[in-house]
């Protein structure tokens, strides 16, 4: 079974609006880390953000936060005020208890226009 | 800020060549990691290494060797290079578990062809 899903292949917005991305995913153990990440056409991964399992708080970096539903084990990317330069590939990864090892969803390419 | 350098941004090697795919990192990491990204695929790991001399399989290491004779220095090695092998490499490292916010750092990825 997938342990992480990002449905949405490909995904298009109109610059200055928001954007959801969504990302679900699968585990059993409580203690967990989320993360985001961007990949722009020039190849490199660049962290977004991270929610942690026990954390009470939605996590929020700048124009990025994170939508995070542990009960529907959900984990949507919220880009607000979307700029030409969010044009890009994302995604979601999960790491699982006391592992370092990271699990990757297969990505949503994000498409912003004029 | 924390940097990771593959040795090259585009490789082209011939089927059956033995490849070596090089990546430094300069932050003291424990860990460092192999990632191969395909289409539709998202990053799958191929190796991991947590300490020097020591590593461990990931999803999909048929194929792939790796080295770690230096704490800052992780390699890839395709023993012989198959066309299936044409993919975009990208290596990682951080922090050994312990600061469970800190992510994986990587580098610009590695395009490799094989013809």
């Known amino acids: 079974a997938q342990k992480i899903t990002q449905t949405q292949p490909g995904m298009f917005v109109q610059e200055k609006e928001a954007v959801t991305l969504d990302c679900t995913y699968d585990t059993s153990d409580p203690s967990y880390g989320l993360f985001w990440y961007k990949q722009p056409s020039s190849g490199e991964m660049i962290f977004l953000i991270y929610?942690?399992?026990?954390?009470?708080q939605n996590a929020t970096e700048g124009r990025y936060s994170l939508n995070f539903q542990k009960a529907r084990k959900s984990a949507n990317l919220v880009i607000s005020a979307s700029q030409l330069g969010d044009s890009a590939m994302y995604f979601c990864?999960?790491?699982?208890?006391?592992?370092?090892?990271?699990?990757f969803g297969t990505g949503t390419r994000l498409q912003v226009f004029p | 800020d924390v940097k990771v350098t593959q040795s090259s941004r585009y490789l082209v090697k011939r089927t059956g060549e033995k490849v070596f795919l090089e990546c430094v990192q300069d932050?003291?990491?424990?860990?460092m990691f192999w990632y191969r990204q395909d289409p539709g695929l998202g990053l799958r790991l191929i190796y991991f290494?947590?300490?020097?001399?020591?590593?461990e399989k990931g999803d999909i290491p048929e194929g792939y060797s790796v080295s770690r004779e230096k704490k800052e220095r992780f390699s890839l090695i395709l023993e012989s290079a198959s066309t299936n092998q044409t993919s975009m490499y990208l290596c990682?490292?951080?922090?050994?578990?312990?600061?469970?916010?800190?992510?994986?750092?990587f580098g610009d990825g590695t395009r490799l062809s094989i013809l």
């Open positions: 990682a490292s951080s922090p050994r578990q312990g600061a469970n916010n800190q992510p994986q750092h």
């Open positions: 990864a999960m790491r699982e208890g006391d592992t370092d090892k990271l699990i």
């Open positions: 932050m003291d990491h424990e860990n």
């Open positions: 290494s947590y300490d020097v001399k020591m590593k």
């Open positions: 929610q942690g399992s026990y954390d009470q």
